[in-house]
T-cell receptor, first 112, second 114 residues
Framework: GQNIDQPTEMTATEGAIVQINCTYQ??????LFWYQQHAGEAPTFLSY????GLEEKGRFSSFLSRSKGYSYLLLKELQMKDSASYLC?????????????FGKGTMLLVSP | DGGITQSPKYLFRKEGQNVTLSCEQN?????MYWYRQDPGQGLRLIYY???????QKGDIAEGYSVSREKKESFPLTVTSAQKNPTAFYLC?????????????FGPGTRLTVT
């Protein structure tokens, strides 16, 4: 089976840095994704890690440690528009096919 | 513009009625997926399809059915057997052949059954 844990809520201040953690247990691990979802909207892709280490993309970075089953999403220079839910998703095997299993999401509230 | 469309955005039905949610993509993706999202929950996989005329049950397939007669289309039927059908339904697709590896999502359909 697959199990993904991430904090339910986080708060931060505009301009600050926030780190959202994700731990997972899965069979047939083949990559970890982070998505951003604003209320009532579709998730949008942020980052993908398949090897250990840090991937940087502008204000957003994502880290993966496969041996620890751990990832984090780092958001720098927070803006009000970053208030959203952040979903950690792990790609694994389901009936022999590659599928994504999502965590419940971390609701980030950025305040002025 | 390439993308995924879902219609309608809001759908209301009476209990006991079947309802079909549409999902169309023009990204030439082989794989398509249906998810359900409830408040405060992550996305849960209902059904997925890797190629035309083939599909597999996800984690919560009971009370749902799908078809994949065309590459571009993957409609989901919510049957009267689904005990809690009110939810936000998201369709996604991805390229099976290589990068990019991420799934692309449609705008979603919010279904309310009373």
């Amino acid at each position: 089976g697959q199990n993904i844990d991430q904090p339910t809520e986080m708060t931060a201040t505009e301009g600050a840095i926030v780190q959202i953690n994700c731990t997972y247990q899965t069979s047939g691990f083949n990559g970890l994704f982070w998505y951003q979802q604003h209320a009532g909207e579709a998730p949008t892709f942020l980052s993908y890690n398949v090897l250990d280490g840090l991937e940087e993309k502008g204000r957003f970075s994502s880290f993966l440690s496969r041996s620890k089953g751990y990832s984090y999403l780092l958001l720098k220079e927070l803006q009000m528009k970053d208030s959203a839910s952040y979903l950690c998703a792990v790609r694994g095997l389901h009936s022999g096919y590659s599928t994504l299993t999502f965590g419940k999401g971390t609701m980030l509230l950025v305040s002025p | 513009d390439g993308g995924i469309t879902q219609s309608p955005k809001y759908l209301f039905r009476k209990e006991g009625q079947n309802v079909t949610l549409s999902c169309e993509q023009n990204l030439n993706h082989d794989a398509m997926y249906w998810y359900r999202q409830d408040p405060g929950q992550g996305l849960r996989l209902i059904y997925y399809s890797q190629i035309v005329n083939d599909f597999q049950k996800g984690d919560i397939a009971e009370g749902y059915s799908v078809s994949r007669e065309k590459k571009e289309s993957f409609p989901l039927t919510v049957t009267s057997a689904q005990k809690n059908p009110t939810a936000f339904y998201l369709c996604a697709s991805r390229n099976r052949q290589g990068p990019p590896y991420e799934q692309y999502f449609g705008p979603g359909t919010r279904l309310t059954v009373t």
